[in-house]
């Protein structure tokens, strides 16, 4: 039976999402490991499981500063589970973040970012989740 039970996970670990149309190769999934009803009995069952990419909430924290000012932000990953890492880019050129651009949060934060800019202007930082 341990045998048997190895072989699943190891046959599990190697599958992937099914190929929808128009959409790229498939990506791997994840798989956990659930107690479910059966006739005997619960047992427990391997279960695919894609929780697809974590949602990104970015609050500005303060007013609006002025040129050169520092502004801060707060950045949370709603609903996220372990730890996830995130890097702050500057969408102008002028736009410089203080302090570390590439941030760990756990579960969902928050964790906080400074920046300033040298120009008025619309425009900040945007954040990326890497995998």
Do not use: N
Request: aromatic share 4%.
């Amino acid at each position: 039976m341990p045998r048997l039970l190895l072989a699943a996970v190891l046959a599990a670990g190697t599958s992937c999402a099914p190929a929808r149309e128009g959409v790229g190769p498939c990506r791997a999934l994840s798989w956990r490991l659930v107690e479910v009803e059966a006739p005997g009995g619960k047992q427990l069952v391997l279960e695919a499981y894609d929780p697809g990419p974590p949602a990104i909430e970015i609050r500005f924290l303060g007013g609006d500063p002025a040129v050169g000012e520092p502004a801060e932000a707060e950045i949370r990953l709603p609903g996220s589970v372990g730890v996830h890492v995130v890097e702050v880019v500057p969408t102008r050129p002028e736009v410089r973040v203080l302090g570390p651009a590439v941030l760990q949060i756990r579960d969902e934060g928050p964790v906080r970012v400074r920046f300033t800019s040298d120009v008025a202007g619309k425009g900040g930082v945007k954040v990326l989740v890497k995998e």
